[in-house]
């Protein structure tokens, strides 16, 4: 089949390989390019969240820092816009973590409130553990302290965002 689209150019824009653009250069309705998000400007919960969501997605970012130690949790850093890390958990171990956003990557994990208060002083929502499930993110309010324990017979990987504990 012949291709020739010189007749219809507008076709032919269509039928072009697609330029994706970066979504911080974008031109507004103004036509001036708004500021990219510098990475040390302040993200609501809900950017964090889409970002926390996209780098889970993304696992060739980070899946080769992915470290199984047998005797304790790891912590591990990764390379992100915002401050965010790997938890990995052996099974029938905990870590404490003060995140404001978390996630399940692999295996199976519970978050356990710390000493089964909220902060401020109320008690936590029915003071239960809730367990984190892949493809969902969770929220917390900012320093929220809480226990990351493994729930199931291998270990846990979840990612998360925010403070450090």
């Not at 470290?67 to 990764?78: K, S, T």
């Not at 994990?109 to 929502?125: C, L, T």
């Not at 270990?155 to 450090?164: C, D, I, K, M, P």
Request: glycine share 12%; hydrophobic share 45%; net charge positive.
């Amino acid at each position: 089949m012949n291709a020739d689209l010189s007749v219809a150019p507008e076709i032919a824009q269509l039928a072009a390989p697609l330029a994706l653009v970066p979504s911080g250069l974008v031109p507004s309705a103004q036509g001036r390019a708004p500021a990219a998000h510098a990475p040390s400007a302040r993200l609501t919960t809900g950017q964090l969240a889409t970002e926390l969501s996209r780098l889970a997605a993304a696992p060739e970012r980070w899946w080769d820092l992915v470290q199984f130690n047998p005797d304790r949790p790891a912590r591990i850093a990764v390379p992100a816009s915002f401050e965010a890390w790997l938890l990995v958990i052996p099974p029938g171990q905990a870590a404490e973590c003060r995140c404001v956003l978390g996630t399940q990557i692999a295996g199976d994990a519970v978050e356990v409130p710390r000493g089964g208060a909220a902060p401020g002083g109320g008690a936590a929502p029915g003071g239960v553990a809730r367990q984190l499930r892949q493809g969902r993110v969770a929220v917390h309010a900012p320093g929220n302290q809480h226990v990351m324990r493994s729930a199931g017979h291998g270990y846990s990987v979840t990612l998360h965002a925010g403070e450090r504990g």
